[in-house]
């Protein structure tokens, strides 16, 4: 069965500061999907990026990147000039590449941006 | 495009009562997912559509939870009846390719009093 660790419930930045939220998983898969998902005080949840396991680099969306280490099983993301916007739970989450395609979730980081 | 809407956003219900969360998806997405997150744990999955027919079941806790997707169109998801441990949100998610351009719902919280 898989897991999806994230070992910071909480965390705090301040505005325009950079900060890393960390994710560890357990697999026996070799072909799956990695994700983060924001989810702001309105409760609907928004994807901030993928990363498919096949691919060696890094995704990258603006203001937001992923380290991932497939030997080590870790998948962090760093946001860069973080803005109050930024303010929400963030839940790291796996999918296996063939079956229901169904989440993994981990328990969440709160995030907040300080002003 | 509108989104995946789910309503009640809230709910409050005594224990042994009755409760009907609805999701209506995305229009033209095959894939339905409902998850839940208790306070403070990981949004679980409970189970998948396709259509109108149930495809995975296997994370719906026991037999007071009851799932239909009628028409392959809007879904309800029952509990009855209710318990405390029940309590918690209920997001619906909506797809047509299953993994991508997946949209999640605002979600239903759910109090079991």
């Known amino acids: 069965a898989q897991t999806v660790t994230q070992s910071q419930p909480e965390m705090s930045v301040q505005e325009a500061e950079t900060v890393t939220l960390s994710c560890t998983y357990d697999?026996?898969?070799?072909?799956?999907?990695l994700f983060w998902y924001k989810q702001p005080p309105s409760r609907q949840m928004i994807l901030v990026i993928r990363q498919e396991a096949y691919k060696q680099q890094n995704a990258t969306e603006n203001r937001f990147s992923v380290n991932f280490q497939k030997a080590a099983k870790s998948f962090s993301l760093k946001i860069s000039d973080s803005q109050l916007g930024d303010t929400a739970m963030y839940f790291c989450a796996f999918m296996k590449h063939s079956g229901t395609y169904k989440y993994i979730f981990g328990t969440g980081t709160r995030l907040k941006v300080l002003a | 495009e509108a989104g995946v809407t789910q309503f009640p956003s809230h709910s409050v219900i005594e224990k042994g009562q009755t409760v009907t969360l609805r999701c209506d998806p995305i229009s033209g997405h095959d894939n339905l997912y409902w998850y839940r997150r208790v306070m403070g744990k990981e949004i679980k999955f409970l189970l998948h559509f396709v259509k109108e027919s149930k495809q995975d079941e296997s994370g719906m806790p026991n037999n007071r939870f009851l799932a239909e997707r009628t028409g392959g169109t809007y879904s309800t998801l029952k509990v009855q009846p209710a318990e405390l441990e029940d309590s918690g949100v209920y997001f619906c998610?909506?797809?047509?390719?299953?993994?991508?351009?997946?949209?999640f719902g605002s979600g239903t919280r759910l109090t079991v009093v």
């Open positions: 697999t026996s898969e070799s072909n799956y999907y």
């Open positions: 998610a909506s797809s047509q390719d299953r993994v991508y351009g997946y949209t």
